[in-house]
């Protein structure tokens, strides 16, 4: 495709509308070859080899600064996808919130190594304050996006 979205030192992707159009014509030829749904998430296979997968996961209460989850893609891939993931509500201290206080998140990870592979990855969210306590969760929107052939 022509468009990238890769940042530039701006921490910008720019305004080529070209390109982007240019994307969106590559695109008009892309089939969905297979799809559904399984209780891992949903997924999209084209026929040049693109997969994408989404799901919602919980992730849990590990130690004070950390609460952890697992997802097990849908469908496997056939290298290390890209993940994109979006935190929402979560229950701290026995009430949830409809709102996080990014400012005692230090970071939405994705562990690496054999916790990040073609068929699952480990998401994690890291406190700056330390005070997630037993019980507390959060729920973390996902987006893979890789290679079934």
Known sequence: MAYSLVPDANNTVGSDLTAMYDNFVALESAQIVDSGSTADGDYWRFADGLQICSNTIQVNYVTGNLLRGTWNYPVNFISIPIISSILSKYNKNGSVDSIINFSEISTNIIDAGANFNASSVQIGIM?????????DYSWCYLIAIGRWK
């Open 127 to 135: 406190s700056t304050t330390s005070n997630y306590v037993s019980g």
